[in-house]
């Protein structure tokens, strides 16, 4: 039986504010709130409520027959929180009914990935710990930011512990192998690739409301009629895109929900079921391995990350920024890793792009990709000076990094001491307790034992007092 993978991220960028090389040193807030709170607001409206009732809606109709997956970065959970709760309610309400799995993802949505083997793994299991304190799911599945994978992220994955990884069924990496089977990571053969429908998704994301699009209009039964065609032994098809593609991309008035809302109903009707990527992962064998030792993505024609560092300026910006990042995760600064959460955000780098391709381009308030890199690198400035502030410069990363283990080491040993001091002062409070109880019960028997002599008197004298009564009885009897 063949099945559909449905999965959907959920991301916000932190809207950078406009920043002079004269704010260095003196302005060390870089963001524009009113931005943010006015885009997540926009979007939550004109898509995540709408897509998500929708999707609440197919689960009620349909049961435990459909199932769908989310993943959320953590930036984009912290955005939530603070400016839209009641997409979070909406999720957990989601994932109550037991049809909805979450995967994992870096928390900045960066691209640690591809330069800090550290800082990526550090990342990917603060999400998790959001995963589980929000849903109480422990992600099994790994989806990098813009699903950029090569053989040796794959292998970090699998060393993370993660089954499986979902990525892009880039035609230059599969060659004239189908999209729609299991496949296993080179390095890590116990790691399973799941590979986006480039087209069925696109379908959907991209030119579903385009009028010029030969495929316009797209009904649902004839989109599933698509994959059941597919020849026999291709079992999995996988569909994978933003949720803001509902609503956004596609406009809630191009019927777009109506669309989605209906594909259980044809989906069933041709004998095909919905299931989860762990599902998948632990039902369906890997067919053969997949060879990726370029780096490849979701974006642009290319599939690679040459929309992040495809020029001088981005390349500049992303070695200076992960530069520190060493510092940064050793120095362990609560303000310091807020920053480097946001400033780490892909879009960030995107915004500098020259490429021609304007598709998924977003420059805010930048007029020119050369204004977004100015802006980025004069904050920048500013953060690794920070970041070099708290501990001399000179002391390289090494020595840093031995410093505070040490200062780490006493840390934990002052904290082991405070446990048992507590220890301690708990089994003293028992043994006083202990001490105070015996105490009253011995004085409870001291009390008791003049009241036992008084009894024990008393009886001799009533059998005296028997024994002179029963004596003339017995004479009478004699005589």
């Excluded at 495929?215 to 999995?236: C, H, M, Q, T």
């Excluded at 098809?237 to 803001?244: D, K, P, R, T």
């Excluded at 391995?289 to 974006?299: A, I, K, Y």
Aim: charged share 30%.
């Amino acid at each position: 039986m063949k099945t559909i993978c449905l999965y959907f991220e959920i991301h916000q960028n932190i809207q950078l504010k406009r920043y002079r090389f004269f704010d260095i040193g003196t302005d060390h807030y870089y963001y524009d709130d009113y931005e943010d709170e006015r885009i997540i607001e926009d979007v939550t409206e004109r898509s995540y409520m709408p897509a998500l009732n929708a999707i609440g809606e197919m689960i009620k109709e349909n049961g435990k027959y459909f199932k769908v997956a989310f993943s959320l970065s953590g930036v984009g959970m912290e955005q939530l929180e603070i400016h839209a709760p009641q997409v979070i309610e909406k999720l957990q309400e989601l994932n109550q009914t037991g049809c909805v799995e979450f995967l994992a993802e870096p928390y900045s949505h960066g691209l640690a990935s591809l330069a800090n083997e550290e800082s990526f793994t550090k990342e990917v299991k603060r999400q998790c710990q959001k995963m589980k304190e929000y849903f109480g799911q422990e992600p099994k599945v790994l989806r990098n930011s813009s699903l950029i994978y090569s053989d040796e992220i794959g292998l970090q994955a699998s060393q993370m512990g993660f089954k499986g990884m979902l990525t892009e069924g880039a035609r230059h990496v599969l060659g004239w192998k189908s999209p729609h089977y299991v496949y296993n990571c080179a390095l890590a053969p116990n790691l399973k690739l799941l590979l986006r429908d480039v087209n069925l998704s696109d379908d959907i994301s991209l030119r579903f409301s385009n009028t010029e699009w030969e495929g316009y209009p797209l009904f649902a039964d004839s989109y599933v009629d698509r994959i059941a065609n597919f020849p026999e032994g291709e079992k999995v098809v996988n569909i994978f895109m933003e949720l803001s593609a509902l609503g956004v991309a596609q406009p809630l008035s191009s019927n777009i929900l109506d669309f989605i809302k209906a594909l259980p109903q044809c989906a069933r009707n041709r004998g095909i079921s919905f299931s989860t990527p762990s599902e998948i992962c632990d039902t369906t064998p890997s067919v053969s391995q997949l060879d990726v030792p370029d780096t490849l993505s979701w974006t642009d024609e290319e599939r690679d990350v040459s929309s992040w560092l495809g020029n001088p300026m981005q390349r500049e910006a992303f070695n200076k920024l992960y530069s520190v990042a060493d510092r940064v995760r050793i120095a362990d600064d609560p303000r310091i890793n807020q920053d480097w959460d946001y400033l780490q955000a892909s879009n960030n780098f995107r915004q500098m792009t020259t490429k021609p391709s304007q598709v998924g381009i977003d420059r805010g308030i930048f007029s020119s990709p050369f204004d977004a890199f100015t802006n980025y690198m004069n904050i920048l400035g500013d953060f690794i000076s920070r970041v070099n502030s708290l501990y001399p410069e000179d002391v390289d990363n090494e020595e840093l990094s031995s410093l505070l283990t040490t200062i780490k080491n006493q840390d934990e040993e002052i904290e082991m001491k405070n446990k048992e001091i507590v220890r301690l002062q708990t089994k003293i409070e028992k043994i006083e307790a202990a001490e105070l109880k015996l105490r009253e019960k011995l004085e409870k028997q001291k009390a008791a034992k003049p009241a036992a002599k008084k009894t024990a008197a008393k009886k001799p004298a009533a059998k005296k007092a028997a024994q002179k009564e029963e004596a003339p009885a017995e004479e009478e009897t004699k005589a």
